[in-house]
């Protein structure tokens, strides 16, 4: 267990940023975990227009700031990390849970997701292509589930790794 004594003998990573970053980085990898383990498996049992509409509605809903706050506002976390730990030995670590999440996550997620997502919410009857575009966004949300779990374990072991040396 750290103590407040900890904190002042190290120019790391304060607790108040590595709690959040960590919980932001974990509770994004189980949400895309869900979505792509039940989510998309739901959607792909239904009819065309049965999924069209259920992936309307999912669309709608995921826009909430509870979501959007979770999601945003883990990349500026770990933007955060990495710039304070930046002069610390920590800077790898940060530096690479970062990139996963940006590239892996935010970017996959305007990169791919965003194109299916606004495809769909403009269809009035299913595309003919909406298998694809299922499948399609079922292999980009792995990648940013993936990408969210090992951002998460990589500060996750950058931050405990921290600790132990500043015993």
């Known amino acids: ?14 607790l108040a ?18 979505m792509s383990v039940v989510t998309a498996p739901a959607l792909n049992s239904l009819s065309p227009e049965q999924a069209l509409a259920a992936w309307k509605e999912i669309n709608a809903k995921v826009r909430n700031p509870l979501f959007s706050g ?18 610390s030995r920590l800077r790898g670590w940060c530096l690479t849970s970062a990139l996963l999440y940006g590239i892996g996550v935010i970017g996959t ?32 949300n792995h990648l940013r589930a993936v990408s969210a779990l090992a951002a998460f ?12 040396r500043t015993r």
Do not use: Q, Y
């Open 70 to 87: 979770t999601a945003f506002g883990t990349t500026l976390l770990v933007i955060a990390c990495t710039a304070v730990g930046w002069r």
């Open 153 to 164: 374990v990589v500060a996750w072991l950058g931050f405990h790794h921290s600790t132990k």
């Open 109 to 140: 997620t305007f990169t791919v997701e965003a194109g299916i997502n606004n495809r769909i919410v403009a269809a009035i009857k299913p595309p003919p292509d909406l298998p694809r575009m299922l499948s399609t966004w079922l292999v980009a």
């Open 1 to 14: 267990m750290r103590s407040v004594n900890d904190f002042s003998n190290r120019s790391l990573i304060p």
């Open 17 to 34: 940023l590595e709690l959040p970053t960590a919980l932001g980085l974990a509770l994004m990898a189980g949400v895309l975990f869900n």
